[in-house]
């Protein structure tokens, strides 16, 4: 860690601490900043010694003059990166909101609400379009790989040379590979892995940089369709429902900012409480798509996505997810030539179990109870291998050819792993009416037979679950099984974290279905009952649900994901207790993968409730001070030097009364963000001399709304210096009833508050309502639970 520059450290709040969003303040130039008086903690409790570090190695240059990028790039998980902001949940009602709204009749409110639904069904068509064209090409492309690949095998099995198949085998997969990690790796890296705890930060508050870009979405699209045909251990599940996001937050804005296309259409749609709550809906869509329920979709996207909820939003939310599966099924069903026939249940068909003739007894919910830990514990150590193995990939493969070549190798071993284990198995099966294989391999089974570890590796994962779940007993050998959970649990935590795009779902399925039908084999034999006891495939059921929620710690929407997409409603109860021990079992250990990988990325996000021993701090503990603050007319030179400063970057501003003394903080009386701000100065919305009573330009909501989500940077914006000694009135523009909290309430209920109502900041203030700090979402995120108690994060530019 010697590479590592304290840029700044205090150990206390009395000394340099920082403002809003940005590195420690350093106070604006020609006076901008008028509040500076330290204030005097006392005897005020203070957790640990909060510093702010630089990340970025810098790039040393040889004697040679040849430059030397750096071999290992350190990471700490006490660490909280400086470089996300937050979003603003928060409606900003100025006066031009204000008056925006009294103008408008129930007749435009109610005009809203139905263009609402309407974005919601259009998220819903589109997202069920992409999701038929991924499920269309990736079974073109695999059925041809695997079809070759088989032909291959045929030809050298008894000619000999089976050495050139395992070469096709792995070529194939590394080509395929090749291409998604490229397209991840150099254009759009935001697009790696399955994306859905990039879209759990984002509807928390964080803005994460390029998430919903149209960019993104054709890069997760084309990256999942080669990271699946190209055989790795991976699901379409987590890009779809990222998918579905990035459609949302296209559609219900009516412009495209990559393209450069403004529809003029959903213009108030265009702020991020708004976007928010259409995004939400996008996530449900995928789920939906992807598993074909609808319910699950939604309990989703307010289990695992949502922060903030409705019961209105929650029917739109469920229109959305419904029209995206009934697009794909009637696509779907149009190009199987069954036009009508919407039964198909999603992209991953676990098949219908309504048919079949087994249940469960009351007596094995104990049974499903063990299994449930069981997975508990496994899913702790797929956690666990793949944290350390995410710790490793962040310090050393972190340029991108390397990361192309870690997932080509990835591919590559898949393969020769897959064809060794289907060269020396030995388990043949009868090849009846009734088997679904779609690539039977015979290999050196006699004729009539199949090598029945063929039709676990070779074939997609959501095919093989399919068949670990209806193959009739006696269809695996427990051998088989055992090899394979072993081999796929290392390759699927090996390929969780690479450079392309993919998602866990179904390889964790996979995994559990193949020890639960273990599992339920060997039931089979101790008790010598008959598959009434201890059917295969329902134990294959429970051990996928049990394998999953050990994973990703899903409750209550996975609970009903299985339910909707396998159509039994009978394991409803097995399968929610399977899933709660599997998560209380699992939490002992360590955090579930989404919550882990979040943690790595250093996101400042905020969970339910705060740290349970934190009523010992209070706001004035955890706060930023001193503030920088505007008066409500301001110099423009003041404005333009605070927001040029790049020692810091803070989004928030307190307005307050005109200063009597520089050295006492001024009373609030409205809050402006940095984005308004640099479009009042875009718009030149100056008054032509102090304190002058002369015309300003009417500024509309419009030309904010115009502006947003990508404001321009302040260096684009020209101020000559005459314009710098005009004077702005914000007093329209800005907030005139922001949150505020006295310097005395406790941390939980700061954080209740915060998170709550979907802050960006919060003024402290004190007894005679004096602006004496502001609360952001770094500031409560650095408190939490650790070995230790209570601890704080620092922060890092990353």
């Not at 709204?101 to 997202?127: A, K, P």
């Not at 063990?370 to 995410?390: E, P």
């Not at 995994?511 to 084999?521: H, K, S």
């Not at 810091?648 to 005109?658: R, Y």
Request: proline share 4%; with cysteine; hydrophobic share 45%.
């Amino acid at each position: 860690m010697a590479n590592i520059t304290k840029k700044v450290s205090w150990s206390s709040r009395d000394d340099d601490p920082a403002q809003g969003e940005g590195t420690p303040l350093l106070n604006g130039a020609s006076g901008a900043a008028r509040y500076t008086r330290q204030f005097s903690g006392g005897s005020i409790f203070h957790i640990g010694r909060l510093s702010t570090v630089d990340l970025e190695e810098d790039i040393t240059t040889q004697e040679d003059g040849v430059l030397s990028w750096p071999k290992e790039i350190p990471h700490n998980e006490k660490l909280l990166s400086l470089k996300y902001e937050s979003l603003d949940y928060d409606n900003s009602e100025n006066q031009l909101f204000l008056e925006e709204e009294r103008r408008m009749s129930y007749m435009g409110f109610r005009c809203l609400e139905i263009n609402r639904w309407v974005v919601c069904g259009l998220i819903g068509f589109l997202t069920g379009l992409i999701a038929c064209f991924i499920d269309i090409v990736v079974e073109k492309l695999a059925g041809l790989k695997y079809q070759g690949i088989k032909q291959s095998i045929e030809n050298f099995t008894e000619a000999g040379g089976l050495c050139i198949s395992l070469i096709l085998w792995a070529v194939l997969n590394s080509v395929f590979v090749m291409v998604g990690a490229v397209i991840v790796a150099f254009f759009e890296p935001v697009a790696a892995g399955s994306g859905i705890p990039q879209i759990k930060c984002y509807l928390n508050g964080v803005k994460m940089p390029r998430v919903v870009r149209l960019k993104t979405l054709v890069v997760k699209v084309c990256g999942v369709i080669c990271s699946v045909v190209g055989g790795l251990a991976v699901g379409k599940e987590g890009p779809m429902i990222h998918s579905g996001a990035v459609v949302a937050a296209g559609v219900s804005q009516g412009r495209s900012t990559s393209l450069k296309r403004d529809f003029k259409i959903y213009e108030y749609f265009r702020r991020d409480t708004e976007k928010r709550d259409f995004v939400s809906a996008g996530a449900a869509a995928g789920v939906s798509a992807a598993f074909g329920a609808p319910v699950g979709g939604v309990l989703f996207s307010l289990e695992e996505g949502a922060s903030f909820w409705n019961q209105m939003l929650t029917w739109r939310i469920f229109f959305a997810s419904m029209m995206s599966t009934f697009t794909l099924n009637f696509f779907l069903s149009i190009y199987h030539s069954k036009p009508g026939d919407l039964s198909n249940p999603g992209l991953i068909n676990f098949g219908r179990f309504e048919n079949d003739s087994v249940t469960y007894n009351i007596y094995e919910i104990p049974i499903f109870i063990i299994m449930g830990a069981l997975g508990g514990v496994l899913g702790a150590l797929f956690n666990v291998l793949n944290y350390w193995l995410s710790i490793f990939r962040m310090r050393y493969v972190h340029r991108p050819c390397l990361q192309v070549m870690e997932a080509m190798l990835v591919a590559a071993v898949t393969a020769t792993v897959s064809f060794t284990m289907i060269y020396f198995s030995n388990d043949c099966q009868p090849l009846g009416e009734d088997q679904s294989e779609e690539y039977p391999l015979q290999l050196f089974c006699a004729d009539g037979e199949y090598n029945s570890m063929a039709t676990t590796f070779f074939n997609t994962p959501e095919r093989s679950v399919r068949s670990l779940f209806h193959n009739p007993p006696g269809s695996f050998n427990p051998l088989t099984l055992g090899v394979f959970t072993l081999t796929y649990f290392f390759l699927a935590c090996w390929t969780y974290g690479l450079t392309v795009s993919a998602g866990v779902f179904i390889p964790s399925l996979l995994i559990g279905a193949a020890w639960g039908r273990l599992f339920g084999i060997l039931l089979a034999t101790i008790t010598n009952s008959g598959s009434n006891w201890a059917d295969p495939g329902k134990y294959a059921l429970i051990g996928a649900a049990a394998q999953l929620g050990g994973i990703v710690r899903m409750t209550l929407s996975l609970t009903v994901i299985m339910v909707e997409a396998t159509g039994n409603v009978t394991y409803g109860l097995p399968i929610m207790l399977v899933l709660m021990t599997a998560k209380i079992v699992g939490d002992y250990f360590i955090e579930g993968l989404y919550d882990i990988h979040i943690k790595l990325q250093s996101v400042p996000f905020l969970h339910w409730e705060a740290p349970a021993t934190s009523h010992s701090l209070t706001a004035r503990e955890v706060m930023s001070s001193p503030v920088t603050s505007f008066n409500r007319i301001e110099k423009v030179g003041n404005i333009v030097d605070v927001l040029s400063n790049t020692s810091t970057n803070h989004n928030g501003f307190p307005v307050v009364n005109e200063f009597i003394d520089i050295n006492e903080p001024g009373k609030i009386c409205g809050l402006i963000l940095r984005s308004q701000l640099i479009v009042l100065l875009k718009h030149k919305v100056f008054v032509e001399r102090a304190h002058s009573r002369l015309h300003q330009r009417k500024l509309q909501l419009k030309d904010f709304r115009d502006a947003y989500p990508r404001f321009p940077p302040i260096q684009s914006i020209h101020v000559s210096q005459d314009e710098r000694e005009c004077m702005m009135d914000l007093t329209e523009f800005m907030n005139p009833t922001p949150y505020a909290v006295p310097q005395e309430t406790s941390l939980p209920r700061v954080f209740k508050l915060f998170r709550a109502l979907g802050l960006r900041h919060l003024v402290v203030v004190d007894n005679e309502n004096r602006v004496v700090g502001l609360v952001t979402r770094k500031d409560l995120a650095r408190y939490h639970l650790g070995k230790h108690g209570l601890e704080e994060l620092q922060l890092a530019q990353m």
